[in-house]
């Protein structure tokens, strides 16, 4: 999954979708998809990363690759919001 700071970041946006199912939101299959897919691309977070030149933006902008059926972790979620929980986790 990358590095540690992306690992991070995966869990931030993952979390939400557990919560989300537990509240009926969201089926629990997509939550648990999301897990199971940990599809985040470090590669091209890298490359989004060089256009954008923010890191968090670019994680952001492939987070809908974590997408199970369609279902987006955390949707509305921006770099504040994944900066402040990355320190709380870190």
Not at 23 to 50: N, Q, S
Not at 68 to 82: I, K, L
């Amino acid at each position: 999954m990358g590095t540690r700071r992306t690992a991070i970041r995966f869990e931030i946006e993952a979390m939400p979708g557990d919560a989300m199912a537990e509240l009926g939101t969201i089926p629990k299959e997509a939550a648990k998809a999301i897990w199971e897919r940990g599809a985040v691309e470090p590669d091209r977070i890298d490359e989004i990363e060089k256009e954008t030149k923010h890191d968090v933006i670019a994680f952001l902008t492939n987070a809908p690759s974590m997408s199970a059926g369609g279902v987006v972790p955390a949707p509305g979620h921006d770099s504040s919001d994944v900066l402040d929980r990355r320190w709380r986790c870190s």
